[in-house]
């Protein structure tokens, strides 16, 4: 029996599952199975995990031998033992096909495990499994729904990895980002997504889209589930550097924000208001005055990128693409070295203007809409990424917060953005961003379980 669309959406805290994990207070053998009972109750509807024979068993094996590690509870057990984790289909698994969402022969795209893959099992994770991603991470959906409105789009391309955590089939999933594949779905399903600074978690073993822009990311119910993850995933990572204080958040007025749709624009302003009333210092600044030819160059690079990223495998197995990744791929084609060159090269300037506009206004964090509006009707499109362009474009750590809706609208989120290389800032400002914006209440399931 399909459950009811309220009871779809059930986002787990990763703070707490992992502390009693760790603890003991869960036995990772039941949360395992528990985790496995929730993906079959509920993917029928969902469809965010690619579909695998024999996941139960190879759950209960993998939790078998972490407990026969031989950590002890509050012993020196790592910050992730235990905890199911989503990975989306580029990145490469020990033991799991990657299939990208295509239909190109898996063999033709196996590679060694990914470097944040190994980081998590460090840490004491449990891969649950691929989750679904538009195909090669580029345009084309693949069949996710939205947990909140199943006729919607979850957005895309970390399409899986932002429903499987909205529906509390995994209180954590790892995405990735090229211009808005990770925080325009996370702000769609309601929930928290951490873009970091661009290399900051190493794409060893993740399939190519446009390696100038590409980042790994996570999406989990909560800011603090964010940073406990970044801290096991993301290179030199140094707490002692979290925000302090109240940071100065900049409105980056112009045409930027007039791509927003009417209703995102106007939640916009009242979220905007909020964050006021907390006490936080706004600064409204003038930005973006030649928004569309920036983007242009961002859209250059990234489609010059992704024909080259492709090259081999195009050329032997075009005919399987969908039609509209062939389409990216013949448009990357016709893009000159010398034309990409000239992009890159504006796309620098860019990134020194931008960053010389946040020091001159003071500003620590920029806000703005996680995308141009709620997630649209229908499954065709995953929604519009300009939203994200200028801050991929630059490489910068993005963070989407869930930010407060009427009762049943469908989610938007809010989009902050610091400095390059301030992730620790970011996140550590992001508890009390969250608490301004009031976000909804997350379960547990496991021993405190709310398996329905």
Known sequence: MRETMESLVRPIDLTRVSEDLRTGAIDPREYAAATCERIDHLDGVVQAFVPETGRAGRLHRAAE???ASGAEPDGGRPPLFGVPVGIKDIVHADGLDTRAGSALPPEVLRGEQAVVVDRLVAAGALVAGKTVTGEFAVTAPGPTRNPHRPGHTPGGTSSGSAAAVAAGMVPLAVGTQTIGSLIRPAAYCGVVGFKPSHG???????????????TLGVVTAGVAGAALA???????????????????LGVPDGPYLGFAEPEALAAFEEHVALLRAAGHRVVRVPMFE???QEAFDLVIINLYEVARSHAGWFDRFGTS???RTAEVVHQGRSIAESDHAAAMERRDAFRDRLAAETDRHGVDLWIAPSATGPAPAGLESAGDSVMSLPWSGAGLPCLTIPAPRPPGALPLGLQFVARDGDDERLLGWAPELERALSPQETVTVGNRKDNA
């Open 65 to 67: 031998a972490l407990i």
């Open 200 to 214: 900051r978690i190493p794409t060893d073993g993740v399939l190519p889209v446009s390696p100038t822009f590409d």
């Open 230 to 248: 970044a801290a096991c995933l993301c290179d030199d990572w140094r707490p002692e550097r979290a925000g302090s204080g109240a940071p100065v």
């Open 290 to 292: 030649h928004f569309e």
């Open 321 to 323: 693409y969908d039609e």
